[in-house]
């Protein structure tokens, strides 16, 4: 795991306590030599030499400046997941949507903004690939002087990734020139490292040392591609008290079932008999698309005397396919709504969405051999609309006023309603390619409903918005309806960045659109955002100073 590397400055600025402290980190990127499973070293980007890469540490309400210097040999970008960066997109960091890539040898000071953020979330390159190991935790402490809502005695930072066999920039290319399946991923690592169950690994298993009778706060972070995880503990409970930077109503559960982008907080008591018992990642897989079923374990390992040599006990997890495990986890998450932590979820909605979230299929251009199913070329798509990136960042054509760089009219309904979650064979599998964005009003309460569809390999949709965090009010199986408004959970629903969109169900999420900006919203299956499947909310400035997007900095990329 990297470590808390330098240089990290803290300037205390009087004048302004009330808003924290001032930070300052140094991110390089640059091509690193790692070993792996049993090749031999393999050269991949990552920050300041490690992977994972650098925590960042702070405090609720403080702001971080990262200067990212990119001496690699491509250009790349850097998201801080899940901070909503108020009024201030240019440091978002998704490429073509904020900025464009950091180009070779140059750098680009990034200012993270925290608000209300308060517990892990994380960073990761948002260009290409990349991210598979270009990411690191942001560990978001309380204000100085406040309290967790919960205790422990010690912290560990649990990050899960997967690794591929070859350069994840040249993999995606190919794919998307072909039409195909990109590569599967070869492992997944914990802290990056792969785990006893692969060739080659047994002695770079990640090992947690506990004292027994302690409890543990672990930050889990999913950092993976394209594969949703089963997480357990052999014979110890775990308690989720946290997720995407909020907390939540204590959840004793055996295992959790977490996505691609979202972080939690779980408390763990080691209150078994002293020993070595494995904590395991094994994926969750609802679809017929390719898929890497391995699994990727550490040690959870007591201090003491006993038989080391004995092999460690294994976790009970639910099945790759377990579908009805996945929901029961999902569904019970509620957020804390604590005095010190309340819930406001809007109730007055004035905007109302409903989008529809599918994989598709493109016809293969002329000419051209394609290797997607029966020739065609894989895509993706939200209301019938694949989204295709211009060659300029939105934001800099937005706050310009640029014309013909996108358009202001992504539909707040489907272009027709069908049985979404029924036999579809009948339809088209085509989407529109286009650049479109979803303009909305300052300070509307706005309501989206993903309505996942049967088209092409339909799976879950672990779905995120930059710029905020939302209420996820609803969520179901089969086909939205009007009636199940009644059944919302407006009174502590979680509140996160990223949600599950259940395979052919739905999911109804709300939030205020306060945060005046351009922000994107996207699948965080790698290789479904890379088919399409994203869009861009433009939220509109309000009437007063204080409600409009801040001016860019003068070290902005140049877009070429």
Known sequence: MGTFLGFVVTMTLLFCMAQGEVLYYDFVVKETPIQMLCGTNQTVLTVNGLFPGPEIHAHKGDTIYVNVTNTGPYGVTIHWHGVRQIRYPWSDGPEYITQCPIPTNSSFLQKIILTEEEGTLWWHAHSDWTRATIHGPIIILPVNGTNYPYKFDEQHTIVISEWYARDTKD?????????????????????????????????????????????????????????????????????????????????????????????????????????????????FVDTNAPSNDNVTRGIFQYTG?????????????????NKSDAGNFTIQLRSLNSAEHPSTVPTNITRNITITVSVNQQPCPANQTCNGPDGSMHSASLNNISFSAPSISILQAYYNNLQGIYNKTFPDTPPFVFDYTGNVSALGEAANVTTEVLMINHNEEVEIRFQGTNLGAAE?????????????????????????????????????????????????????????????????????????????????????????????????????
């Open 171 to 283: 993999i995606i290319d190919e794919a998307l020139a072909t039409g195909g399946d990109p590569d599967l991923s070869v492992a997944y690592t914990i802290n990056g490292q792969p785990g006893d169950s692969y060739s080659c690994s047994n002695d770079s298993t990640y090992n947690l040392t506990v004292v027994q009778g302690k409890t543990y706060l672990l930050r889990i972070i999913h950092s993976g591609l394209n594969e949703e995880m089963f997480f357990g503990i052999a014979e110890h409970n775990i308690t989720v008290v946290g997720m995407d930077g909020a907390y939540l109503k204590p959840l004793n559960t055996e295992y959790l079932m977490i996505t691609p982008g979202q972080t939690m907080d779980v408390l763990v008591t080691a209150n078994q008999t002293p020993g070595r018992y494995y904590m395991v990642f094994s994926p």
């Open 305 to 321: 005397t006993y038989n080391q040599s004995e092999t460690p006990v294994l976790p009970e997890l639910p099945g790759l396919t």
């Open 460 to 560: 879950n949709h672990p779905m995120h918005l930059h710029g905020y965090s939302f209420y996820v009010v609803g969520m179901g199986d089969g086909n939205f309806s009007d009636s199940y408004v009644s059944q919302y959970n407006t009174v502590d629903p979680p509140f996160v960045n990223t949600v599950g969109l259940p395979k052919n169900g739905w999911t109804a999420i709300r939030f205020k659109a306060d945060n005046p900006g351009v922000w994107f919203m996207h699948c965080h299956l790698e290789r479904h955002a890379s088919w399409g499947m994203d869009t861009v909310i433009v939220v509109k400035d309000g009437l007063n100073d204080d409600q409009k997007v801040l001016p860019p900095p003068d070290d902005v990329p140049p877009c070429s």
